[in-house]
């Protein structure tokens, strides 16, 4: 399916089949000037040391370079299709446009890095570092019997929580392509190449990489090496993971509907700002998860016998900062700077949902 929308009737999104649109129209040549395609931003993040103190720390310090891009773009032709609820009537054509007649320079500039940094340290004393401290602490410091009594759900939970992102990431990649005809070919262009890299690197694929195993196989291995058993033995169990359930709900519901701000290109800002909260949050809790198992490798894993395999959290502890880097690049090529709020709100929303999970996983260990 491919989704286009009416710019000259401002009709609401259609979802036309592809074979029925293939017929149905022609599409003159167009091209696209530039006078520089190249739009540079440079990050770097720091690994936090565990402890309480060294929590208070955020693990991405960042300073960003951005060189602006200049764009002159001429329209494409129009394409002309039939909405399905008119197909059995009179044939009607509407005009829509893959690279709509936009003057560059007269679009609203995109929002700033500097904007994009503020809302970041606000998550850095948000609720979720707070919750992610707490866990962290807890599990540090988890006895030999409850780690044989009550990790096991906070397992399930985990196995579950960490497929759970991809959908989301999808709908965030849907909510900005379906700006097609009312957002910038470049802007929209050069956000979807970065939005595309970490939802790859789940399965495997990398830039100019073979590909390798997908983050759920390295957690499955990672799982066996600290428990001794296999993790399907573990899922097998039936037990329904609640809390991850719960927070997959509130994801997809704030995601794909926008959180109900108005208008596509409003609604994939705000799908933008959850998905930079998404990556950002992560550089804290995979960091942190990392100190917090060499720990209890060092309290009696190795002791009893069990050699970890670390690469699912090296990886995501190395890869998590670089994707929330990513994130903040996708914010700063698309969303104009008069939706600061909206990316605030989004940001705070997943802040929300996520420490009410790791609260709820913590609890599993306290209770």
Request: proline share 3%.
């Amino acid at each position: 399916y491919i989704c286009l929308q009416s710019t000259s009737l401002q009709e609401d999104i259609r979802i036309f089949n592809i074979p029925f649109i293939s017929k149905q129209f022609s599409m003159a040549s167009s091209s696209v000037s530039s006078t520089s395609v190249v739009c540079s931003s440079s990050f770097s993040g720091n690994r936090c040391s565990s402890g309480a103190s060294a929590r208070s720390i955020a693990p991405l310090k960042k300073h960003a370079k951005q060189n602006q891009s200049l764009y002159a773009l001429r329209a494409a032709s129009p394409v002309c299709v039939m909405t399905p609820e008119r197909a059995t009537g009179p044939t009607q054509k509407v005009e829509s446009y893959f690279a709509p007649k936009l003057d560059f320079a007269s679009l609203e500039t995109t929002i700033s890095h500097s904007t994009i940094k503020e809302l970041e340290r606000e998550l850095d004393m948000g609720e979720s570092v707070k919750a992610l401290r707490r866990f962290n602490d807890v599990l540090s410091n988890i006895s030999e019997d409850a780690w044989e009594t009550k990790m096991w759900r906070v397992w399930n939970e985990m196995a579950y929580n960490l497929e759970s992102f991809n959908p989301i990431f999808t709908a965030c990649l849907l909510k900005v392509q379906c700006t097609i005809g009312h957002s910038d070919y470049v802007r929209r262009d050069q956000c979807l190449q970065n939005l595309i890299q970490p939802l790859a690197g789940e399965y495997g694929m990398h830039s100019d990489e073979p590909l390798a195993q997908t983050h759920r196989q390295l957690f499955s291995s990672f799982y066996s090496s600290c428990t001794g058993q296999e993790l399907t033995s573990l899922l097998a169990r039936g037990v329904t993971p609640e809390a991850s359930e719960h927070l997959f709900a509130a994801m997809m519901k704030d995601v794909t509907s926008g959180g109900g701000e108005g208008g596509g290109i409003q609604q994939a800002s705000f799908a933008l700002g959850y998905n930079l909260a998404v990556e950002y949050l992560a550089a804290y809790e995979k960091t942190w998860l990392l100190d917090t198992f060499h720990t209890i490798d060092d309290r009696f894993l190795q002791s009893n016998g069990h050699e970890v395999e670390w690469t699912f959290l090296e990886v995501h502890a190395i890869g998590e900062p670089e994707h929330a880097d990513i994130g903040h690049a996708a914010v700063a090529a698309f969303v104009p700077q008069s939706h600061k709020d909206t990316l605030r709100k989004a940001m705070q929303a997943h802040d929300r949902d996520f420490a009410e999970f790791y609260n709820a996983i913590t609890d599993m260990l306290e209770a």
